[in-house]
């Protein structure tokens, strides 16, 4: 069984028997899973895995976030296509990560020389400082 189908299968079970909402994700490898249906538009389970993406990926400083960061960069760059996540969607997610691997894919960005890339990512570090 899948880490994807698994994780399905725990939701239901957390729902059912305890009430309760699914966990965050906090795994690189269920999240590349998610990352691999998000990129199929056929996929069956691509707006349950962007909605994962999107809303429950634990932020901070897990596998899962430097995953998100990574394709959340990608999307940014131009080098992955995602109709739901605009280059300027895709800074706002990084923004709400506040940890290491978010940091390190905003410098990475604020620090290339196209300028419709640095200066945004830029702005979104200036508000990642305590």
């Known amino acids: 069984m899948s880490l994807y189908l698994e994780y399905l299968a725990e939701i239901e079970s957390r ?3 305890l009430g309760l909402a699914p966990l965050p994700i906090d795994n690189a490898e269920l999240l590349a899973e998610i990352i691999t249906q998000i990129k ?4 069956a389970h691509r707006e349950e895995s962007l909605n994962f993406f999107i809303y429950n990926t634990l932020p901070g400083t897990t596998s899962a976030a430097g995953a998100k960061a990574a394709f959340l960069k990608e ?3 131009g080098q992955e296509t995602v109709a739901e996540i605009s280059a300027e969607f895709a800074f706002e997610l990084l923004s709400h990560m506040k940890g290491g691997p978010s940091i390190e894919a905003l410098l990475d960005l604020a620090l290339s020389d196209d300028a419709t890339v640095s200066v945004p990512a830029a702005a979104v570090l200036k508000t990642q400082v305590f």
């Open 75 to 77: 999307i940014i760059l």
């Open 40 to 43: 199929d538009p056929g996929n």
């Open 15 to 17: 729902k059912n028997d």
